[in-house]
């Protein structure tokens, strides 16, 4: 049906033949960045840009500007992609953050999995004391990864687990400790609070830690991307993002603007429920798949 | 934050005020910024693209009122529309009207808040002295079993009790018998999370629907989704016939514009939302309410009303 036409066959049939760029052409191409939730301000900037590459005679047919659409974009993503160095310290400490349901259990469960293929020893904490059974989800993940839980009952303080799962990672000489927290709406005073309370016990029991903080975003996730980053990022300074669930058919081009905007990179995609769905963020790869 | 819909467009009237009539040329501006604000509010581009067309052929010749600023007019015309088109002032309640057990199925992607709204179901309908049981048919997500058995420990409402080692058809047959045996009238089966081009999931849920044959199909769809939300919805009700939608995450700072999107797709009404991860926070849909949301109204609502 129309609306599974991939977008590159909408624009190759909207510059069919078309020599000449028109107004038509540029405002149909608006239109399929916004599809893939590019968002409107980063497709204005974008189609704006080409308006101007344009009138300097830089795009003389519909290939040319398709190229350079996709350059744009890639250039975007490419500013910020330093790569993770979990060997910069030990333990290496990962705090994982985002709104519900978006994927951080199951992204530390593919992480786990990842560094213990690596020959490290990770631990896990169930930061997550308030959803039903979210404890039990990781552990049904370090059953299957190799990795010690550390839990407290359903209910109790997170930064109690954390303050524990630190002093634990220390005496068992973790490589890595992944720290899973619930999902919170970003717009929640209380539940921001809470999360930066976990992230000072992380500071005052680990030197450097933690090492990185990781923002989850789901791939289906529109316009309000933006503001949980923004939000995640003044209260916990997020250092970079994995988005989630690009195996279905969002395109994910919020992370485009994310991005960007607050200069994080994107460090891995999730492609599927399994252990080895985690891959690392290639722009060019991204990139091409939008279209 | 947001500069609402109306402040914006009253920029764009600055100099129609109360005078004349809307016109093809003076409310090309202003619809504009409709279509913006729609857009950034998650609404699907074609979606939109029909919307403001209609709103195009409403407004022009349209008489610019004393009353209300021209932007305000325009605002009422898009707001009226756009509760119209969310199935304002139709019946969306739950249709439980069968031969008890009826049976409720909660389907959507990954993470949309399915199990939760389960419990929020069941809570809601126990309230309204009905005896409701819960069937956890989500045997790949790890601990999904044991999340919808907590949820059930706190509400005091009965959870069938399934294992991840049975097949979710088998499970669903089996809590169906189960419930007709022991006297419940309501069953909520709770599935996995899925994509909609997910072929093998897809068809098991099918045999499901064909298994239990529910009175109720409802499409668990987050707040937060944006522009892919028509095709996944149009997937599910293509396979399913999906009959309401539950948006969830309402909660959060998010417009909610998705839902316009489904609504103009499936044309199955909004049933509920969910306002919060605790099992009370369910609430019975409002069209105008979300409408207000997307144009970021408050009170030029009231203004409109007094017009
Ligand atoms: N298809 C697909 N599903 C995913 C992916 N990542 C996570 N999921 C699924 O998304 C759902 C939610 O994942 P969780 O890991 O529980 O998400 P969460 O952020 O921990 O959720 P809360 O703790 O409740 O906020 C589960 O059904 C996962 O299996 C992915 O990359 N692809
Ligand atoms: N803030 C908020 N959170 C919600 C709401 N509904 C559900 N959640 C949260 O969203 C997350 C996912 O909810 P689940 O009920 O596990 O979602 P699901 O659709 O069953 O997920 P899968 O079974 O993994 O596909 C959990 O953290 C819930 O607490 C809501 O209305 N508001
Ligand atoms: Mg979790
Ligand atoms: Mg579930």
Redesign the interface.
Known sequence: SK??ESIVGRIDTLLLGKKQIDADTLEELE?IL????MG?KTTVELIRTLEQRLKRNELQDGEALKKALKDEITARLSQHTTALDVNAASPYVILVIG?????KTTTI?KLAAKFRSEGKKVLLAAGDT????AA??L???GN?VGADVVRHK?GSDPSAVVFDACKAALARNSDILLIDTA?R????VNLMEEMKKIRRVLEREIPGAPHETMLIL?A??????I?QAKLFKEAAQVSGVVLT?L?????GG?VVAVSHEFAIPVRYIGVG?GVDDLREFDPLQFVEAIF | MFESLSDKLDLVFKKLRGHGVMTEENIKDALREVRLALLEADVNFKVVKDFVERVREKAVGTQVLQSLSPGQQVVKIVHDELVSLMGGGEDNSLDLAAKPPVAIMMVGLQGAGKTTTCGKLARYLKAQRRKPLMVPADVYRPAAIEQLKTLGRQLSIEVYDSQADQKPLDICRNALKYAELSGFDTVIFDTAGRHQIDEYLMDELVHIRDAVDPREILFVADAMTGQEAVNVAAGFDERLGITGVVLTKLDGDAKGGAALSIKAVSGKPVKFVGLGEKLDALEVFHADRLVSRILGMGDVLTLIEKA
């Not at chain 1, 916004?34 to 939730?37: E, L, P, V």
């Not at chain 1, 308030?130 to 059974?133: G, I, K, L, Q, S």
């Not at chain 1, 289906?220 to 991307?225: E, M, V």
């Open positions: 609306t599974h239109e916004i599809t893939a939730d409107v709104v519900n349901g978006v994927g469960g308030f959803r039903a059974a039990e989800q552990e049904v993940w299957r359903e999902g709406l970003h717009t929640k789901d289906a996730t529109g316009q309000n991307a503001s669930k195996d279905g058919t969002a395109k919020i429920e």
